[in-house]
């Protein structure tokens, strides 16, 4: 009652309050009943999403075992939160990732040089095989029919959504790291990402810096790309108020 009052207030003078939209917002709008986190780490995303308000169905993606025990025991209390101790790529099987001393720069992609610029701890300390499965797999037989696909596997961002495209329908949304700069070796540009999710019938949404330049803070290193479906304007419910 009091904030609909103040903004027709500040509507009769002309102003207006304009809310920076935020992730848990837009799986609302988009009545999303399944996010998919893939390269979960220790459960960082899943308890920020929570954290958030979103209260919906995660499953979440971490091959990395020794992480992946951290992941298991902060969702074990979550009745709706699943996960899997698995990569994710263009199709199953195996793959050696390279483990770092700082395990979230973690990645199946080697490091550039760059790399130990931006953290001396994206070095590998080891490597470690693990199994790999693909999102159309992981969606087959699941009743969720508005995914949110949360993508963070340093570099290896395209091969998972070529496993995806047979199941992209149902992918409401994506959210994708991109970087400005190379970490990983043998990685898309900024330019060919967006063109490529374009291409795939997505439009971006939203943008936040995830890292900035070392010695430049005020310019990005990686954003986290929200894209929505590029046919998904105008249907009702989108864009409407929680």
């Known amino acids: 009652m009091i904030r609909s009052f103040i903004k027709a207030a500040l509507r009769r003078r002309g102003w207006q309050l304009v809310r920076e939209p935020d992730l848990v917002t837009y799986l609302h709008s988009h009545r999303?009943?399944?996010v998919v986190d893939v390269g979960a780490n220790a459960g960082q995303f899943g308890q920020a999403l929570r954290r958030a308000g979103y209260r919906g169905r995660?499953?979440?993606?971490?091959?990395?075992?020794e992480v992946f025990e951290q992941l298991r025991r902060?969702?074990?209390a979550d009745p709706l939160w699943s996960v899997t101790c698995a990569a994710v790529g263009a199709m199953p099987g195996e793959?050696?990732?390279?483990?770092?001393?700082?395990?979230?720069?973690?990645?199946?992609k080697?490091?550039?040089?760059?790399?130990?610029?931006?953290?001396?701890?994206?070095?590998?300390?080891?490597?470690?095989?693990?199994?790999?499965?693909?999102?159309?797999?992981?969606?087959?037989?699941d009743a969720a029919g508005a995914v949110f696909l949360k993508v963070d596997t340093?570099?290896?961002?395209?091969?998972?959504?070529?496993?995806?495209?047979?199941?992209?329908?149902?992918?409401?949304?994506?959210?994708?790291?991109?970087?400005?700069s190379h970490l990983y070796a043998g990685v898309w540009t900024f330019e060919e990402a967006i063109?490529?999710?374009?291409?795939?019938?997505?439009?971006?949404?939203?943008?936040?810096?995830?890292n900035p330049v070392p010695g430049d803070p005020a310019s990005a290193l990686e954003f986290d790309c929200v894209f929505r479906r590029a046919d998904a304007a105008g249907q009702a419910g989108f864009g409407a108020e929680p």
Do not use: K, M
């Not at 063109?195 to 995830?210: E, N, S």
């Open 74 to 76: 902060v969702a074990s």
């Open 58 to 65: 995660i499953h979440s993606f971490e091959p990395i075992a």
């Open 95 to 108: 793959a050696e990732i390279n483990v770092s001393a700082l395990s979230v720069l973690s990645s199946i």
């Open 32 to 34: 999303v009943d399944l």
């Open 195 to 210: 063109a490529r999710v374009r291409a795939l019938g997505y439009t971006p949404a939203q943008f936040r810096t995830v």
């Open 154 to 180: 340093q570099g290896y961002e395209e091969e998972v959504l070529v496993g995806a495209r047979p199941v992209l329908g149902r992918v409401v949304g994506l959210q994708l790291e991109l970087p400005i």
């Open 110 to 141: 080697p490091s550039t040089a760059f790399a130990a610029t931006f953290d001396a701890r994206s070095a590998a300390v080891r490597t470690e095989r693990v199994p790999v499965t693909t999102i159309a797999a992981v969606l087959d037989g």
